[in-house]
């Protein structure tokens, strides 16, 4: 039996549908309103769930604010760079 040599490009492949997370880090440059109303908008957050990851945020440094396949995350992430907040797919 040979076995097969694993080609390194496909050894970091991921699948898109997998579950990701949205990761939004703390900067000193938003205000926490702003913040707030972000999460509000974008990622359809209660207000109080907005306030507690804008807290966590900012006293730990990252929060993870939603999860889903990239696809689902790649748009969310994109308005919310767009609106000068930190923000990874991971």
Known sequence: MVKQKQHPENIHQENPTTLKELILFNDDVNTFDFVI??????????????????????????????????????????????RGLTVSIE
Request: glycine share 4%.
């Open 37 to 82: 109303e972000t999460l509000i908008e974008v990622c359809e957050h209660e207000h109080e769930q907005a306030e507690q990851c804008a807290m966590i945020a900012h006293l730990k440094g990252k929060c993870m604010v939603k999860t889903g396949d990239y696809f689902e995350l790649k748009p969310i992430s994109v308005e919310m760079s767009f």
